[in-house]
């Protein structure tokens, strides 16, 4: 181990202990399982469950908005949020390239090509400066149809994302996009729970998609939701989510081609109880927070990824940014950790990189190309917070 | 109520009685609400759940099958066999009209186009002779490339599909398929438990796709499984499936296009005792059918389905097939079934009627045409078989 390494490893024990550790871990208590069973007694597990209308109202109210359509992925609501703002096959689609594959593939899946756009140091996620100049560099129809003058495509639409919980600068880059008559689209995936100036993320852009999957700070084992305020949006992908039936006791008629996307009620009366549960959820998560900024205050490898002015993060993943020097040290820290049975994690492979995405239209990526080397995501299990009440007080050791 | 209709409702209440009835029911019991309960408490809800493993191995066992990947719904499963199968934007596969939206969605969504062939009487599923003649129809390349000279597409494989649990011909299709170096995909999503000479359905073709959707014989809430023999295709589309990410502790990378498309513990540990319990669905679904078509043996208006030599239906749904002389009276009975609160309906809207796929290109249709104006579905749950020993005796009440 190298003195860097040994010296962020025992940061991150003496916050969290010795105990090995996961990246993620998901609370479940007897309130979940105690819906799931009424759930099965009741023998409506499908998607056609008073369960799935139930976390659909709950998680309305959780987070303000009116429409809220429950989904089997937040993959499968990020397909239907461009399908209903109109991306069709050749059509590009402005995106970040420092985020999980799920949001270049839905992309993909319209058969459209994600265009990346550069991230910003302060909240990781799209950055407004590089928008606006990629925004100027495109040519302007007299209808209004942006187009790449370097590909010839049609930009439909552009799609931000709350890297780890952390809000990006959405007003700002709604505003940009909104100057060019493009529509926002706000991948919420890893920020439930997370505001900005109060609102609640996922209810600001045009239309904003969540992930419940088990990794994330509330799970029903998979899923996800689309939420919009535009109640057209919201009719037309719950009617693509619902295979675009058309409603008849007995008949059967698909009016396009749907998908067959709903949450079932099984894994939705699960969510039922962890979106009760979500306030002392994102308490936990803060206090585990607020003890890794402790512990890393004074570390001169590497700085904890705090919170941006004006936003409340759900602190999903704690991060460390490392220190530039040190940056050729990622995997050897990565391993450390391992080794020690904390379950760290660096960034996804920046997806401009991988090879399906290799030829995709993108502006200067620096930024983001500098991020994908420093940062190393910490143990942020739900459990963890019990552990620190527990643990070794920083200021005794250090 | 017609005297067609009075007497088709009478013989549907002298079976099952006269308490209303659904279509589809599950049988869902302690035992699910069990290993639903410990899945919950072991906190492994997500894709990555001991209960995936065991509900494939299960699965596995049932068929007879060395390759099973379980998948978040039989859409899915179909989406990824024909991947696997190198289905591509503009190709054609062969398939039939007389089937639910899926099997022509899942072709849409790799970008290629459903070629409907027509169907038979005796199975409702294709017709060996039409794709006799549909495959005959079409120009081979000197390196075996099959290409329909109408629209110039590749024609790429063959579904077939087990229409409400009877088997089609798989046989003789596989071999018309085969002869022409076309792979066949077998929809066997309403077939888990029916069998053609002693194999199970879904084992036959070179991949095979299931349905555990909430109206199937088994159930996880939603989802399906993918089979096949040929161990490169099953790791193909699990690869596919779990999001193309190259395995490895901590990096992110994927390696092409994938899809969130596993399915979750929590719904594989309800589907490892539905297929416990799958012998006891299968000998309630055939009293049931046995009991239908007693009442209906001397019915002059309709016939009800039975299994064609050599299969083992699971009587998914049970069906009559009215008699062409009283078709035009189709709604009639389908209403009148439902004003005695019996759950009845008539087969899909034919796929190659539905506008997006009204340009497919086609064989002639004529069976399939003709069946769809004269099926109607009986209510088939699970729970029904439970009615009939108190149900009248049927020859005192005649």
Chains 1, 2 share one sequence.
């Not at 181990?1 to 007897?30: C, N, W, Y």
């Not at 190393?376 to 920083?394: E, H, K, W, Y």
């Amino acid at each position: 181990m190298t003195k860097e390494s040994q010296d962020i490893v025992t940061r991150v024990q003496r916050t969290i202990g010795e105990s090995p550790a996961a990246l993620h871990e998901p609370d479940l208590s007897e309130y979940e399982v105690e819906l799931a069973v009424d759930c099965i007694r009741s023998s409506f597990i499908s998607t056609v469950s008073p369960y799935v209308n139930r976390f659909e109202a709950t998680l309305a109210a959780t987070l303000g908005s009116p429409n809220v359509l429950a989904t089997n992925s937040g993959t499968s609501a990020l397909q239907l949020a461009l399908l209903v703002l109109g991306v069709r096959p050749g059509d590009e689609v402005l995106c970040t390239a420092l985020s999980f594959a799920a949001s270049a593939n839905a992309i993909a899946y319209c058969g459209a090509t994600p265009h990346f756009v550069d991230v910003e140091d302060e909240t990781f996620g799209m950055c407004p400066d590089a928008l606006k100049a990629s925004l100027a560099s495109m040519h302007v129809s007299q209808d209004g149809t942006l187009t790449n003058p370097t590909t010839g495509a049609t930009v439909r639409a552009v799609l931000v994302v709350h890297i780890f919980g952390q809000p990006c600068q959405i007003d700002a880059l709604q505003a940009l996009a909104g100057s060019y008559g493009l529509l926002l689209i706000e991948d919420a995936a890893e920020a439930l729970g997370s505001q900005v100036d109060g609102r609640s993320a996922g209810t600001i852009g045009a239309i904003g998609c969540l992930s419940f999957n088990g990794n994330k700070i509330a799970t029903t084992g998979a899923g996800g939701a689309l939420v919009t305020n535009n109640s057209s949006f919201a009719e037309q992908a719950r009617h693509l989510a619902s295979l675009a039936k058309a409603p008849h006791l007995w008949h059967y008629r698909h009016t396009e081609v749907g998908f067959n996307y709903r949450m079932p009620g099984l894994n939705a009366a699960v969510g039922c109880a962890q979106l009760e549960r979500l306030d002392a959820f994102l308490a936990q998560k803060r206090a585990l927070h607020l003890a890794y900024s402790e512990s890393f205050q004074d570390c001169e490898y590497g700085k904890l990824h705090g919170e941006a002015s004006g936003t409340s993060s759900n602190f999903w993943l704690n991060t460390l940014v490392l220190d530039g020097s040190i940056s050729a040290q990622l995997d050897t820290i990565l391993q450390d950790l391992h080794n020690s049975g904390l379950g760290a994690r660096p960034v996804w492979q920046l997806l401009s990189n991988l090879p399906q995405f290799a030829r995709a239209p993108r502006g200067d990526l620096s930024t983001a190309v500098d991020l994908s080397r420093r940062i190393v995501n910490l143990p942020s299990g739900m459990g963890l917070s019990a552990r620190l009440s527990t643990r070794n007080d920083p200021l005794a050791d250090s």
